[in-house]
C-alpha cells in the first residue's frame, strides 16, 4: 500500500459541519465524489463543496465511516517519524496528567488524533488494539515508532474485536515485539493489581476508572456510629488514648471498626474492592460471574493484604441482587407480623451494605440495543438501591457510548422512584484524563460514572 495521498473526497453540499467543528469521521452518505483513485487505507484529501480543503484522513469505501482524519493540515505522506511526532504528543499529555502512574491508557485513537489504534501500557509492556484498516495497514510505519518512544519491554496484539469486521479485517492477537508475559503485575494508587494481558477483558484492565476508583475513598469510613461504637478517652498501657468503646462499654480492637460493608458487582479484578479496603472498608463482597475474574480477584487480594476483609461470590449479578432483596423483603415481612409462612426457611440471606458498586460492562453496543440495556441498567440499579443501608452509598456506572448520560440518569431516577428512594448526587464523572475527550465528539463521552447517597423517601 502506497503511504502517500492518493486522490480528493469532495463532500456534498447538504451535509452537516461536523468536521468544522472537529468531528474526525467522514460518512459515506457525506461524500458527493471521489476524484482520482485510492486504496482501501490509503490517505485522501478531504474538501468540501466549494473546493476549500479541510483535513485529509485514511479511505475505506467498505465502511461506513468512509474517511477518518489524522491530519488538518495538508499532509503529503505517512512515515514513522509522522507516528513518532503524534505518539511524543501523547506521551506529553499523559506526562502531565497521569504523572506518578506509569500504567495507563498511552493513545485513545480518535481522542489522540491517531484513529484506529488504541494502546495501555502495563509496567513496561503495551498492549494494542488495532481497529481500523487504514491502521492495520500503517503497522509498519507506527509500530517503530511505538517502540521507539516508549522503549517498552515487548509489545502485545488484542485486536480481538468484533468492530474489525465492520472494516473487513480479521481478528488477530499475539506478540508483535519482545517479550511479553501474560501476567504484568501494575500498580495503580498505590495499589498492585495483576492483569491478563492475554485473557483479560478488552486489553486487560480498565483504566478509565481509576480517578473513579480513588473518588469512593470518602464513602469508606465515618460507619462506627451506627454500631453503636463511640471513641472514649480513657487509660492505656500507653497512657490516655482515644479508644473504640462499643455499646456495653467494651473497648474495640478490629482496626477497621469505622468502616464501610461494601459490594461491588461485575468486578472482574476486584478494582474497587482493592480500593474500598484501602480506604478503610470493615469488610467487602467481591461478585462476578466468570470463575475466571474472581480468581484473578483473589490473588490481586491477597497480594495487597486484604484477604481477611474480602469474601468472594461467582454468582450472576442480576440473580444475586434479586435474591438478596427477596431476602430482605421477606425478613421485614416477618418482623412486621406479615403473612410470611415462618415455617419456610428463608429464600436468601437478605444482606445489605453501606455502598454498593455497580460496574458492569457495556449493556447497548449499537442504537437498536438501548431499549434493552435500560431496563438492565434500571433493574441492576433498582435492586441495588434496595440493598443500601439508609444513608448509603450507591457507585454506578455505565460505559455504554449509545446509552447518553442524561438517559442514565433519568433511568436512576426511574428506578429511585420504584425502589421508593431519593437520591442526593455526590459525583457524576466520566473517563479519567488518560482518555482525552475531543470537543463536539459525541461518541468520546462514553463513560458514566456517580455517587449518590441513597434515602427512603418515608424515611425523610
Not at 476524484?35 to 483535513?55: D, K, S, T
Not at 507506527?142 to 518512544?149: E, T, Y
Request: net charge neutral; proline share 4%; with cysteine.
Amino acid at each position: 500500500m502506497s503511504n502517500e495521498v492518493q486522490a480528493r473526497v469532495v463532500l456534498n453540499r447538504s451535509r452537516r459541519p461536523r468536521l468544522e467543528q472537529g468531528h474526525p469521521w467522514v460518512f459515506r452518505n457525506e461524500i458527493e465524489k471521489l476524484e482520482g483513485e485510492a486504496e482501501p487505507g490509503a490517505l485522501v484529501q478531504v474538501f468540501n463543496h466549494r473546493g476549500q480543503f479541510q483535513a485529509v484522513g485514511y479511505w475505506n469505501p467498505a465502511s461506513q465511516i468512509s474517511v477518518r482524519i489524522v491530519s488538518y493540515k495538508p499532509l503529503e505522506r505517512w512515515d514513522t517519524e509522522w507516528f513518532k511526532a503524534r505518539f511524543q504528543t501523547c506521551a506529553d499529555h499523559r506526562r502531565r496528567f497521569s504523572g506518578s502512574e506509569p500504567s495507563c491508557r498511552l493513545v485513545f485513537g480518535e481522542a489522540d488524533f491517531l484513529p484506529g489504534l488504541v494502546v495501555d501500557r502495563y509496567a513496561d509492556v503495551l498492549v494494542v488494539q488495532v481497529l481500523t484498516l487504514g491502521m492495520d495497514k500503517a503497522r509498519e510505519l507506527w509500530l517503530p515508532a511505538l517502540i521507539d518512544v516508549f522503549a517498552p519491554r515487548g509489545i502485545y496484539e488484542r485486536s480481538d474485536v468484533g468492530v474489525r469486521m465492520l472494516e473487513g479485517l480479521e481478528e488477530r492477537i499475539g506478540v508483535l515485539y519482545g517479550e511479553c508475559p501474560r501476567y504484568v503485575v501494575i500498580e495503580e494508587n498505590g495499589l498492585k493489581v495483576e492483569v491478563d494481558i492475554e485473557g483479560g477483558q478488552k486489553t486487560g484492565y480498565f483504566f478509565d476508572q481509576r480517578e473513579n476508583r480513588a473518588a469512593i475513598a470518602p464513602l469508606m469510613t465515618g460507619w462506627g456510629a451506627r454500631s453503636g461504637i463511640v471513641v472514649e478517652r480513657r487509660e492505656t498501657e500507653e497512657g490516655i488514648r482515644d479508644v473504640p468503646v462499643n455499646a456495653n462499654g467494651n473497648p474495640v480492637t478490629f482496626p477497621y471498626w469505622d468502616g464501610a460493608t461494601v459490594l461491588e458487582c461485575f468486578a472482574h479484578t476486584g478494582s474497587f474492592s482493592l480500593h474500598a479496603c484501602k480506604y478503610g472498608a470493615k469488610k467487602a463482597t467481591c461478585l462476578d460471574i466468570s470463575a475466571h475474574a474472581i480468581e484473578t480477584a483473589k490473588r490481586n487480594v491477597e497480594r495487597n493484604g486484604f484477604s481477611d476483609r474480602v469474601e468472594f461470590v461467582t454468582a450472576d449479578a442480576f440473580e444475586y441482587l434479586r435474591q438478596q432483596v427477596k431476602g430482605r423483603e421477606e425478613r421485614l415481612q416477618r418482623a412486621a407480623g406479615g403473612k410470611a409462612d415462618t415455617s419456610k426457611p428463608l429464600v436468601s440471606e437478605g444482606r445489605t451494605w453501606d455502598v454498593v458498586i455497580l460496574d458492569p460492562p457495556a449493556f447497548a453496543k449499537t442504537k437498536r440495543a438501548v431499549p434493552s440495556a435500560i431496563r438492565g441498567y434500571k433493574d441492576i440499579n433498582l435492586h441495588a438501591m434496595k440493598l443500601v443501608n439508609e444513608g448509603g452509598y450507591l457507585v454506578t456506572a455505565s460505559c455504554s457510548y449509545h446509552v447518553r448520560p442524561e438517559l442514565f440518569m433519568e433511568t436512576l431516577l426511574e428506578a429511585a422512584a420504584d425502589a421508593g428512594k431519593i437520591l442526593r448526587c455526590i459525583e457524576w464523572r466520566g473517563a479519567g484524563k488518560d482518555h482525552p475527550q475531543l470537543g463536539g465528539v459525541e461518541e468520546g463521552h462514553y463513560l458514566k460514572f456517580g455517587i449518590f447517597e441513597v434515602r427512603t423517601r418515608k424515611a425523610l
